[in-house]
């Protein structure tokens, strides 16, 4: 009996996802609880199993489309259904020729089952995925003229992209055919025997010097451009951070830290506390205990306007900003305060492998109080974060770097990280934010105060 794939609930506050990409083809086996699908959303990708086992009948959705909770996706049916073989065609059953003139292949939005008495050889089938359908109408490219190199002859969207660059056209294509078709049917015109051949144009024509062409081909591929869709992730983060400029009034200030003390710590403990605790001590725990040490005594860059009241939040999620391949992504991690340091370096750790892995649910996203960012493992010496709303605050760290600094009347030489405080100046005043600051650069240059604050 076919069972139809559908949208399911996509998580709090999402309503719509994209189609990233099918991980079956029309007419593959499938087993029940195997991912048929993968759906894209603003925070995280879904994959959607299949309900039974048999054979995927048919594709509704192409990949790229936009697609809401409930909506049909496809069709499963018991195997050894009559399926297509391929994901957007479908086999006609009138004659090849109609009234004399070839017929034309339709290409369809959605594939149909082939009925038992089609030809399924039919040489108008055009196998192609909906994505090289789609490039291919984009571009005016008739498909019929390209080669597959996917399963079973597919067209695939590389196929579409590598014709357009070699420059054939629909246009020129028709042309050529219509040339060729009309020059066969023509009958030969009879000239009289005394009448001279025409002489060519080239031949009479004054002589002018020839220029050379507007683009060579070398030009050409030297100036190559590619077009690549905008994830939904990539989208959204464009969109949070254009709104956050616009809907806060952001400010930034800056101070540094002396990381002599927290270096000694880490050099002195980590090879025991790798042993006790199997993960190994980072910088991160240390600046995660001293933000709420710093949150707990200002407690206003631990809120969030809403309408017109101000929620100041009395705990402490920390969001962790992650760079993925699709976009920068912010894993939480809840009650920060009642962690120890290796709760939150195995915490922190795994929320980054996962991240990576695209394995965030969206519960590991939703939520935050506060943000922190370090650029500085990519080397960045200083920048100016962007608010993650509706958050007030978000902490950067930056690159280590051995600077010459005064102490006590001396130059010593010591490792120094400039850190920065994005802040929303609706609730936070710059005197509170610098304070705010001044006691992480506290705390940090201090560990064993880090304690008394747990």
């Known amino acids: 009996m076919p069972v139809e794939i559908r949208v399911p609930p996509l998580g709090e506050s999402i309503v719509d996802a994209t189609v990233s990409r099918w991980l079956k083809q029309t007419g593959d086996p499938v087993t029940a609880g195997e991912a048929l699908v993968e759906l894209e959303t603003d925070k995280v990708n879904l994959e959607v199993p299949a309900d039974q086992s048999g054979v995927l009948r048919a594709i509704f959705k192409a990949e790229g489309e936009t697609v809401q909770i409930g909506d049909r996706l496809g069709v499963i049916d018991e195997a050894g259904a009559s399926v297509t073989r391929s994901v957007q065609s479908a086999t006609s059953s009138q004659p090849a020729i109609d009234n004399g003139q070839p017929r034309t292949p339709t290409l369809h939005s959605e594939p149909a089952v082939a009925s038992p008495a089609s030809d399924a050889n039919d040489p108008d089938e055009i196998f192609a995925t909906p994505v090289a359908q789609r490039v291919a109408a984009e571009h005016d490219i008739d498909i019929r003229g390209i080669r597959g190199s996917g399963p079973g002859g597919r067209i ?178 809840r009650d920060a305060d009642r962690k120890s340091f290796a709760q939150i370096e195995r915490e922190i750790g795994d929320l980054a492998r996962r991240a990576r892995d695209n394995t965030l649910t969206l519960a590991d996203l939703q939520g935050g109080t506060f943000t922190i960012t370090n650029g500085g493992i990519y080397g960045s010496l200083m920048s100016t974060p962007i608010l993650n709303t509706p958050q007030v605050g978000i902490l950067g760290m930056h690159k280590i770097e051995e600077r010459p600094l005064a102490v006590n009347g001396e130059v010593v030489i010591r490792p120094m990280m400039y850190v920065a405080l994005s802040y929303d100046h609706r609730i936070v005043d710059g005197s509170e934010a610098v304070r705010f600051l001044v006691r992480i650069k506290e705390l940090v240059e201090d560990p064993e105060a880090l304690l008394l604050e747990g």
Request: charged share 25%.
């Open 156 to 333: 695939t969207k590389e196929d579409v992209l590598s014709h357009v660059e070699r420059g054939t056209s629909h246009g020129s294509l028709s042309t050529t055919v219509d040339e060729r078709t009309a020059a066969a049917s023509s009958p030969p015109v009879a000239r009289p025997a005394s009448t001279p051949p025409p002489v060519p144009p080239a031949a009479i024509a004054p002589s002018r010097p020839t220029l050379p062409p507007a683009s060579t081909p070398a030009a050409t591929a030297a100036r190559r451009e590619e077009r690549v869709r905008m994830s939904r992730r990539r989208q959204t983060i464009a969109r949070r951070l254009v709104e956050a400029q616009q809907q806060a009034a952001m400010l930034t200030t800056f101070n540094e830290i002396d990381m002599s003390a927290v270096m000694a710590v880490r050099q002195r403990r980590k090879d025991e506390f790798k042993q006790r605790y199997g993960i190994g001590l980072g910088f991160m725990s240390f600046f995660t205990r001293a933000t709420v040490g710093a949150l707990k005594a200002f407690p206003l860059l631990n809120a969030e306007i809403q309408g017109d009241e101000l929620v100041i939040k009395h705990y402490y999620d920390i969001g962790v900003a992650v760079g993925t391949e699709e976009g920068l992504v912010v894993p939480v991690v």
